[in-house]
């Protein structure tokens, strides 16, 4: 009598055990999303040079992850990246610190979502450095 009363309670456990056990093997790792390795990023190299922008515009996409490596080769001079909604620049997108050359800094940060063409400027040169910001 003892020994069948022990054996009913062994039966719970075995199936409490089997259906953790099963649980563990259908669990597998959720991957954690990166906002930087998503499939909007983009890299651009700008250089200043001469007072001048190398470019003078610049196309992403919609909600691209930017990354801007500006490489300011006019010695002595500062100069910076300035991204606006509009060439009115009242509206900042991102504001680049500004950098004296010989120097390299780099921009992260996210474009607009809505397609646009949008202003980059010099901060310190606003009227000669300038070009446009295109968001597609
Ligand atoms: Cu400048």
Redesign the pocket.
Known sequence: MLHKRSMFALIPLVILVAFFAGCAAKTTPTPTPSPSTGGNAITITVT?AG?AFDTNSILVSAGAHVTITFQ?N?NG????MAFYTSAAATTIIYQGA?TTGVSTVTYTFDAPTTPGTCFFR????PT??TGSFIVQ
Not at 122 to 125: K, R
């Open positions: 200043a007072m300011n006019d001079i500062p100069h910076n500004r010099c901060d310190v040169h000669t450095m």
